[in-house]
Every structure is written in C-alpha cells, then in structure tokens.
C-alpha cells in the first residue's frame, strides 16, 4: 500500500510538473509526452523515493529539463535540511565573495558542516535568511519553521 502512494504520488508530480513546462514553454508537448512515456514504462518498478529518484537520474541523462524536477521533489530532505536549500546557499555565497572572500569561505564551510540546518545557518547570518526571503518557494518554507 506504502508502494501504491509512492507511485501515486510521484505521477502526480510529474504530470504537473510537465503540464506546467509546457504551459511556461520551458519544453513542447511531444518533448512532455516523451518524459511521460519513459516514467509511465517505468512506474512498475517503483517501490519508493529511492527507486524514483534513481529512475529520475536515468531519464535526466536524456532530458535535461528533469533535473529542475528532480530539485523541486527534494527526495528524502526536510525542509529545515541544507541540502534543499542548496542552490540558493551558492548564490549568496558567490554575491558576497566579490566584498568579503573570507566571510563568504566562513559561510561555506558552516553550510557544508554535517549537521548544520536552515534554522542554524539563519541564525549566524541574518542577511542570508533575508536573502532566502526573496525566494517565494523557500520564504513559505522558513515561515513554517518559525525561524
């Protein structure tokens, strides 16, 4: 039943993250439609967000547009993980390493350190979480951990 859900779930995500690459233009529809026919012959063979994440790796080999959704699933991480927060901790860190090379090295090294969460890396830097809110996507996401 766990299974069932997974895969229910993940054809959900596709299929509006395809409908709505077609709809923003970003891919046309017979490229969606070949994205679709190579998850929907492979949907048998999902049992979890391992599995689908690895079928996803797969398919972004030969559709590059994949990767966003891949990024966009977030397999696997909570909201207060680092790793979600990935691409926007590189932006910050290369716009202020033109004014200060070693606070940007600092910031760097405090994300990459195990452990460390949103709610930390917030905390030491206040004018990263200001950044973080200009992004709508993760602003919803540090407003539901009450940083």
């Not at 547009?65 to 990935?86: I, T």
Request: glycine share 2%.
């Amino acid at each position: 039943m766990q299974a069932q859900a997974t895969t229910q779930n993940f054809n959900n995500l596709v299929a509006l993250f395809l409908a709505e690459a077609i709809r923003s233009r970003r891919t046309s529809l017979p490229r969606a439609a070949e994205i679709s026919h190579r998850v929907v012959s492979s949907m048998d063979k999902l049992n979890s967000e391992d599995q689908a994440l690895e079928l996803l790796s797969n398919i972004e080999k030969d559709f590059e547009e994949v990767a966003s959704l891949k990024q966009a699933l977030h397999f696997g991480y909570h909201s207060s993980d680092v790793k979600v927060y990935e691409a926007e901790i590189r932006d910050y860190a290369s716009k202020i390493f033109s004014r200060d090379i070693n606070l940007s090295n600092a910031f760097l090294q405090d994300a990459a350190s195990p452990g460390m969460t949103i709610q930390q890396l917030c905390l030491k830097y206040p004018n990263f979480c200001e950044y973080l809110s200009s992004f709508p996507d993760k602003a919803g996401l540090l407003s539901e951990m009450r940083i």
